[in-house]
T-cell receptor, first 113, second 112 residues
Framework: EDKVVQSPLSLVVHEGDTVTLNCSYEVTNFRSLLWYKQEKKAPTFLFMLTSSGIEKKSGRLSSILDKKELFSILNITATQTGDSAIYLCAVSISNFGNEKLTFGTGTRLTIIP | NAGVTQTPKFQVLKTGQSMTLQCAQDMNHNSMYWYRQDPGMGLRLIYYSASEGTTDKGEVPNGYNVSRLNKREFSLRLESAAPSQTSVYFC???????????FGPGTRLTVL
């Protein structure tokens, strides 16, 4: 059974801190790993990672994939209150020519001013 | 360019009632999906449609049916609602060859 596990489940930090969110996976036919941010409504796309060791970066957010150890991390530096959200990790799996996403349960990040 | 739209935003049903959740996308995407999100369970795939004219079961299809009406529209039907179907439902779409999903705003459904 395909499995995506995120840790920690929740995290509370002060504004300005740096956080690291973890995502490990056990799946067949891995295609890519994606990170989403979910504030009050729909998840919005952050990163898609397909190759090991290549960091993707967007402003204060960055992410990297390790396909040998089957995990990814999402780093957020100099956190702001606007970073408060649920961060979802998902793994894209090739299934008879189609791709499907399996999601982890998410990490709820709260930034205290 | 509205992206993915869903109706209704909120719905309350009694056990045994039926309803259809509507979803439309204007991004010319081939693939469309229905997910449900429950506390502590993450997003779980109910049904998906890889392309117009095809539908397939996801992880939790029991109690649901879908229709891919055309390339733009993908509806989810609950024939006889049960309290276990209380959830937030998200529709999403993607270009078939990538895993980047674009989500609609969600429908919060309560079944009493």
């Amino acid at each position: 059974e395909d499995k995506v596990v995120q840790s920690p489940l929740s995290l509370v930090v002060h504004e300005g801190d740096t956080v690291t969110l973890n995502c490990s996976y056990e799946v067949t036919n891995f295609r890519s790993l994606l990170w989403y941010k979910q504030e009050k409504k729909a998840p919005t796309f952050l990163f898609m990672l397909t190759s090991s060791g290549i960091e993707k970066k967007s402003g204060r957010l960055s992410s990297i994939l390790d396909k040998k150890e089957l995990f990814s991390i999402l780093n957020i530096t100099a956190t702001q209150t606007g970073d408060s959200a649920i961060y979802l990790c998902a793994v894209s799996i090739s299934n008879f020519g189609n791709e499907k996403l399996t999601f982890g349960t998410g990490t709820r990040l709260t930034i205290i001013p | 360019n509205a992206g993915v739209t869903q109706t209704p935003k909120f719905q309350v049903l009694k056990t045994g009632q039926s309803m259809t959740l509507q979803c439309a996308q204007d991004m010319n995407h081939n693939s469309m999906y229905w997910y449900r999100q429950d506390p502590g369970m993450g997003l779980r795939l109910i049904y998906y449609s890889a392309s117009e004219g095809t539908t397939d079961k996801g992880e939790v299809p029991n109690g649901y049916n879908v229709s891919r009406l055309n390339k733009r529209e993908f509806s989810l039907r609950l024939e006889s609602a049960a309290p276990s179907q209380t959830s937030v439902y998200f529709c999403a779409s993607s270009v078939q060859t990538t895993g980047i999903l674009f989500f609609g705003p969600g429908t919060r459904l309560t079944v009493l």
